[in-house]
């Protein structure tokens, strides 16, 4: 939403003008998925979608809300008090902040705020680390906490994890901290360290929403993490950033959930790798191959497709062709596919994959032509 309706918007609430506004990116993964929270590699860009929070301090301690998303309800809180959960999910994820920040120590500044967002919701392109990230750097901002877009990350993640009750890890929260337009952003998980990646000029994002409704996703997230956890342990690994093939082929103690689950995070770590080396040379045809690789090992080893999103992604290879990649992207169970594709192809997705998609599956699917975006920024008027 442009800037001044959104301004208008903050007068009509809180009867005097914002101070300035928090903005905060979605993400779309491009390769390594499932990997964050085993220590290893992922290449996500930000996204040109993105969250606002138009902010003014209070010379009080309350945090006032409102979301153009959710008109008609509100939330408001106390930093002074101990944070908990309030009366709305998505008020939840500025308390969720707030109290990790405020359980770190930090002294918060009340603030009248107004959000707003063109995030797709439920299509896994983390419109919650958009929400956290642009509440976190506000915060940081008004009460001057000097905190760096990482350190702002891992509040995000703790946010979910210790508040939100979701176990995710960093990916997601780092990326729109710390993204940068025309880029891919290679990241290890074991130690934070960052890698812009030009994205090539002549490849096109385009993300497919399957529109599936997402079920389940939180309690089969938390399980995978742990089958992790336990395949880690019986290979004798701090994590799995640490096995080899090797070792999971020859281990006689890994189950064969937990062993398909070794395999698809250590697969996927040197896949990400390669698709660094493939992306700096403009190499589709590898990045064709990783990426049809990486969707086959999150169907059969990883088991967090859906039908839906793995006929999205055949019909997208069919009609892409030689002209470009497409993948399930995000959690799984649903959400988004990406494709990276020549500009000309862009068409066969539209007009061949939409309809073919909706004749199968009953579903309408949304398409975004995008383009990797900024990171967190924070602006006053
Ligand atoms: C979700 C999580 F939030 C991320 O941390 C990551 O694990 C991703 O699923 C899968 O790669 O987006």
């Known amino acids: 939403m442009e800037l001044t309706v959104l301004q208008n918007q903050f007068t009509a609430i809180y009867h005097t003008q914002a101070d300035g506004v928090a903005t905060a990116p979605g993400r779309v993964n491009l390769i390594g998925e499932h990997t964050d929270y085993n220590n290893g590699f992922v290449l996500p860009c930000a996204l040109n979608f993105r969250t606002q929070i138009l902010f003014k301090a209070r010379n009080d301690n309350r945090v006032n809300?409102?979301?153009?998303s959710y008109p008609g309800e509100s939330d408001s809180f106390s930093v002074n008090d101990t944070i908990s959960a309030g009366p709305s999910q998505w008020g939840n994820y500025v308390r969720?902040?707030?109290?990790?920040?405020?359980?770190?120590?930090?002294?918060?500044?009340?603030?009248?705020?107004?959000?707003?967002?063109?995030?797709?919701?439920?299509?896994?392109?983390?419109s919650s680390a958009a929400l956290e990230l642009a509440v976190g750097g506000m915060f940081n901002s008004l009460a001057t906490l000097n905190?760096?877009?990482?350190?702002?990350?891992?509040?995000g993640q703790q946010a979910e994890?210790?508040?939100?009750?979701?176990?995710?890890g960093i990916m997601d929260q780092?990326?729109?901290?710390?993204?940068?337009?025309?880029h891919a952003l290679?990241?290890?998980c074991q130690d934070l360290s960052t890698q812009l990646v030009a994205m090539p000029e002549n490849l096109a994002v385009v993300i497919i929403n399957s529109n599936y409704p997402r079920k389940l996703v939180d309690s089969e997230y938390n399980q995978r993490r742990a089958d992790c956890e336990a395949a880690a342990k019986k290979l004798g690994v701090a994590s799995l950033r640490q096995a080899t093939l090797e070792d999971i082929?020859?281990?006689t103690t890994l189950t064969d959930t937990e062993r398909k689950r070794a395999r698809h995070v250590v697969s996927e770590n040197l896949r990400v790798m390669s698709a660094v080396s493939a992306l700096q040379q403009g190499d589709l045809a590898t990045l064709k191959t990783l990426m049809a690789q990486s969707h086959a090992s999150l169907h059969s080893d990883y088991e967090v497709t859906v039908a839906a999103t793995d006929g999205l992604v055949s019909l997208s290879q069919t009609a892409l062709g030689d002209k470009g990649a497409a993948r399930m992207t995000g959690g799984g169970f649903g959400g988004a596919i990406v494709c990276l594709c020549l500009p000309e192809a862009v068409h066969a997705l539209e007009t061949q994959v939409l309809?073919?998609?909706q004749q199968q599956f009953g579903l309408t699917a949304d398409l975004y032509v995008c383009t990797a975006g900024q990171g967190l920024n924070v602006s006053y008027f």
Request: glycine share 8%.
């Open 355 to 357: 309809p073919q998609y």
């Open 161 to 168: 994890n210790d508040f939100m009750d979701c176990q995710c």
């Open 249 to 251: 082929a020859h281990s």
């Open 147 to 155: 905190l760096s877009p990482t350190q702002l990350a891992v509040f």
């Open 96 to 126: 969720a902040v707030a109290f990790v920040l405020q359980r770190a120590g930090h002294t918060l500044t009340g603030a009248d705020l107004l959000i707003s967002s063109n995030v797709p919701q439920g299509a896994g392109l983390s």
């Open 174 to 182: 780092l990326i729109s901290a710390n993204g940068q337009a025309h």
């Open 65 to 68: 809300v409102h979301s153009l």
């Open 186 to 188: 290679l990241i290890d």
